[in-house]
């Protein structure tokens, strides 16, 4: 099985949607390196509410990879870009799926 990292936010005042696309496509060569990283995708609303998508083989996987992304660059360079009093981060454990996903590195 696998478990899904949901983390939402703003944009801070003044940052492009290129902007943002750009720091989170930075960031995945540094989450393929962590334990139990399987995919990633980023959405928008129409409201500009940002929903980054993970997802990790456990949740212990999840949890560890804030730490372990903490000294990176690529995740220093998307902090100044994010309302910050916007963030928020759950990790969930799927409980039911329309079919069998398929995750290839």
């Not at 099985?1 to 005042?13: F, Q, T």
């Not at 962590?34 to 980023?42: D, E, M, T, V």
Request: charge should be negative; hydrophobic fraction near 40%; charged fraction near 25%.
């Amino acid at each position: 099985m696998y478990v899904v990292e949901i983390v939402s936010w703003k944009s801070a005042p003044k940052v492009t949607d290129q902007q943002m696309i750009d720091a989170v496509q930075a960031m995945i060569p540094d989450l393929e390196k962590l334990p139990g990283f399987r995919y990633q995708s980023l959405s928008k609303d129409d409201a500009g509410l940002w929903v980054d998508i993970y997802y990790w083989d456990t949740k212990e996987d999840a949890h560890n990879s804030n730490d372990l992304m903490a000294n990176k660059q690529s995740l220093q360079d998307l902090i100044p870009l994010i309302e910050m009093n916007s963030l928020k981060i759950d990790v969930l454990a799927p409980h039911q799926e329309s079919c069998h996903i398929s995750f290839t590195r």
